[in-house]
């Protein structure tokens, strides 16, 4: 297949640039644990790639009678304390931010604060002419509102950016506002549903579109 041209690319933040879905669900088994509440990983998987305020609809649905400010408050000590002992970049993201040679911005269901942190703490906020968060939107993933604003913030077609995403959501999101979406599957595997191309990793999602 012929693709068009790319004039940007858009990178979703946890899980496709830093390593931070696994210290996440690490710090969330652990805060329902200080709940007394054994957690199924399936309720701990749908919580991949959405932002908080629907992350914490998601769980109070499955366990209606849980403290659900307690928990938040917990989750969020234990992930902050993890990642300030290091924040690890996803295998490739290094070299692909050095090397990608187009404009580039982040597209997060983090809040603002939350994402500028972690983009400090992994040392890569300089490569992004903009980031894009869910503090920014009136629909977050998997609403397409979050890619559509950063093309336009870029001033470049949604249908000529290219975007890397882990996460269903993220995906959905990046497939609807009419981009070029490159899957590289995290903590969930994937069917690709929302992918134009499902990579093993995200140097190899770059040479597919001949990026590198």
């Known amino acids: 297949m012929g693709w068009p041209m790319i004039d940007a690319i858009l990178f979703d933040l946890d899980g496709t640039l830093i390593d931070t879905e696994s210290v996440a669900l690490k710090a969330g088994h652990a805060a329902f644990g200080d709940l007394g509440v054994a957690v199924d990983i399936g309720l701990m998987h749908s919580l991949i790639g959405v ?80 980031i894009v968060t869910v503090s920014d939107v009136a629909r977050a993933k998997p609403a397409p509102e979050p890619y559509l604003l950063a093309a336009q913030k870029l001033n470049v077609s949604p249908a000529r950016c290219l975007v890397f995403e882990d996460s269903e959501t993220g995906a959905e999101a990046a497939y609807r506002a009419g981009c070029i979406v490159v899957q590289v599957p995290d903590v969930v595997p994937t069917n690709g549903r929302w992918a134009h191309h499902v990579a093993p990793d995200l140097l190899a999602g770059a040479r597919q579109f001949g990026l590198i």
């Open 51 to 130: 932002d908080q305020p629907t992350s914490r609809k998601i769980i109070q649905a499955s366990l209606p009678d849980l403290d659900i400010a307690r928990l938040a408050q917990a989750w969020d000590a234990r992930f902050n304390a993890a990642i300030l002992q290091g924040l690890p970049l996803k295998p490739g993201a290094a070299a692909l931010l050095d090397l990608a040679p187009r404009p580039m911005a982040i597209v997060t269901s983090s809040g603002r604060d939350a994402a500028h942190h972690k983009l400090r703490l992994a040392q890569i906020d300089h490569h992004f002419q903009h």
